[in-house]
C-alpha cells in the first residue's frame, strides 16, 4: 500500500492545522491510499495516556464505525478527540454523563427522554417566533450601518435565542450561554487564554443554572420543555444531574456548531457569488443541508474500539481510539459528485454533518436546518448585496472548524 506523503508528525487533530484551514488535500491522500491510517502522538498531547488513534477518512467507513456502537464506544475514551493535555483522567471520565459520551443501553434511554423536545410538532410551534427573531436580528445589525462582525451581529443571534425559547432560558440570559460555551470549546485559541480550571468552571455554571430550572419545574409545572423531560409523572424523567449535563451538550451541539455553520455558510455564499444569486432567486430547499456538508462545523469526534476488529484493512486494537473525520468524509467523491464544488441544489446529499447515522445522530438536526433557512432567508431578503470586507479570522481548535470573527458589509 503506498504511503501518502504526509509531513513526519503530521496531526489532524493539531490545533495550529485548523487554525489555517481544514486539511481537505491531507484527507484526499489518505482516503486514496491509506483511508485507516496510525497518526501517532507523542507526551500525552491529547490528554489521553496512550500512543496515537487510527484516522478514518472514507465516508463508508465513518459511517460503519458510527453505527456499530457495540465496536466502537463513544464512552470508554468519551467522543472528544482531544482535550487539554493537562486534563486530569478523573475529568475526562466525569464527562461520560454527557449524552454525546455514552453507550446503549444507558444512551437510549436518555435519548428516548430528550427527544420528547425535538419531535416535528415541538419545532413547527418554534417556527414562527424564530422567524421573526431571525429578522429583527438582520435588521438590528443592517442598522448598524457600515461594515460589522457577522459572527457575533447575526449567526450567533439565532441559536442562542432558540435555544432560549427551545428550554425556556430568558432570553436576557443567552449571553450568559454564549460566554459559558465559548469558554468551554476554546481551550485551544490563546486568544481567548482560556485555562483547563476557568473551561470547567464555565461547565459547572451551564450546569448548576439548568440544574437549577429543573428543581423550579419540578416544584411549579410549566407548560415548556424543562417540565417534558424533568417533571412529567410515568414517562421516565431525567435527573437533575442529566438535564443539566443535557443543557451542558446543547449550548455547544446547538449554539457552537449552528452558529459555525451559519458563518461558514455566509463566507461560501459571498466567495461564490452565482450561488448567492441562484440562492436569492429560487431559496432551495436543499440549501442548509449543502452549507452544513460545506462547513463541516465538527470535523471529527472519536472512539474507542471494545475489542480486536478490522476496519479498512486494518487491524484495531482494543483500546485504540478511532478518530472520525467528518470534513472527510463529506468531501469523499465516492459518496459526493464533485464535492469541492458548493452547490445549493445539491441532491442527494448523503452528508455526516450531522453524524454518521447510528446512536449519536444529531436530535437537533431538524432545529439547525430550521434556523439555517429561516437566517439565510431574512439576510437574503434585507441585505441581499451583503459583501465580505475581510478573510475570517479562524478558531484555533483541535476538532472545531470555528469562525472567531467574519467582517461584512451590507453597504
Excluded at 457600515?146 to 425559547?165: N, R
Excluded at 417533571?231 to 457552537?256: H, I, P, T, W
Excluded at 457569488?273 to 442548509?288: E, G, V
Aim: charged share 25%.
Amino acid at each position: 500500500m503506498p504511503c501518502p506523503a504526509l509531513p513526519d508528525g503530521f496531526d489532524f487533530t493539531d490545533p495550529d492545522v485548523l487554525h489555517h484551514h481544514v486539511p481537505l488535500p491531507e484527507f484526499a491522500e489518505l482516503r486514496l491510499a491509506e483511508p485507516v491510517r496510525w497518526i501517532p502522538q507523542a507526551g500525552n498531547v491529547a490528554g489521553f495516556q496512550d500512543e496515537g488513534y487510527w484516522a478514518v477518512t472514507r465516508h463508508a467507513d465513518v459511517k460503519y464505525v458510527s453505527t456499530h456502537p457495540e465496536i466502537f464506544s463513544s464512552s470508554l475514551n468519551t467522543a472528544i478527540i482531544r482535550f487539554n493535555q493537562h486534563i486530569e483522567r478523573d475529568a475526562i471520565d466525569a464527562q461520560r454523563l454527557i449524552m454525546l459520551n455514552m453507550d446503549p443501553p444507558e444512551h437510549t434511554r436518555v435519548r428516548q427522554i430528550v427527544q420528547r423536545g425535538f419531535t416535528p410538532r415541538a419545532i413547527r410551534a418554534l417556527e414562527e417566533r424564530l422567524r421573526a427573531r431571525a429578522y429583527a436580528i438582520v435588521q438590528s445589525a443592517l442598522d448598524r450601518r457600515g461594515p460589522f462582525d457577522f459572527v457575533t451581529e447575526i449567526a450567533c443571534e439565532l441559536p442562542l435565542q432558540a435555544i432560549a425559547e427551545l428550554i425556556g432560558v430568558p432570553q436576557d440570559d443567552r449571553a450568559k450561554i454564549f460566554d459559558w460555551s465559548n469558554k468551554m470549546i476554546a481551550y485551544d485559541d490563546p486568544e481567548y487564554a482560556i485555562t483547563e480550571e476557568v473551561g470547567a468552571e464555565a461547565a459547572t455554571e451551564i450546569i448548576t443554572y439548568a440544574m437549577n430550572m429543573a428543581a423550579d419545574r419540578k416544584q411549579c409545572p410549566a407548560k415548556d420543555i424543562v417540565t417534558t423531560l424533568v417533571a412529567a409523572e410515568g414517562e421516565g424523567n431525567l435527573s437533575y444531574d442529566e438535564f443539566g449535563f443535557f443543557v451542558l451538550m446543547l449550548s455547544v451541539a446547538g449554539n457552537e456548531t449552528t452558529r459555525n455553520a451559519i458563518t461558514h455558510g455566509m463566507h461560501a455564499f459571498l466567495t461564490h457569488p452565482d450561488q448567492w444569486d441562484l440562492y436569492k432567486r429560487q431559496r432551495p430547499s436543499t440549501s442548509a443541508e449543502e452549507i452544513v456538508r460545506w462547513a463541516t462545523p465538527v470535523v471529527a469526534f472519536q472512539r474507542t474500539a471494545t475489542q480486536d476488529t478490522e476496519l479498512g484493512g486494518r487491524r484495531i486494537t482494543k483500546g485504540q481510539r478511532v478518530g472520525l473525520f467528518y470534513s472527510s468524509a463529506n468531501n469523499d467523491p465516492e459518496a459526493f459528485e464533485r464535492p469541492e464544488v458548493f452547490d445549493v441544489t445539491r441532491d442527494p446529499n448523503p452528508h455526516l454533518g450531522f453524524g454518521g447515522s447510528g446512536p449519536h445522530y444529531c436530535l437537533g438536526k431538524s432545529l439547525a436546518v430550521l434556523e439555517i433557512d429561516l437566517i439565510f432567508h431574512a439576510i437574503a431578503d434585507a441585505m441581499p448585496n451583503l459583501r465580505l470586507v475581510d478573510d475570517p479570522r479562524r478558531l484555533r481548535s483541535a476538532w472545531i472548524n470555528g469562525v472567531k470573527e467574519l467582517q461584512v458589509s451590507a453597504e
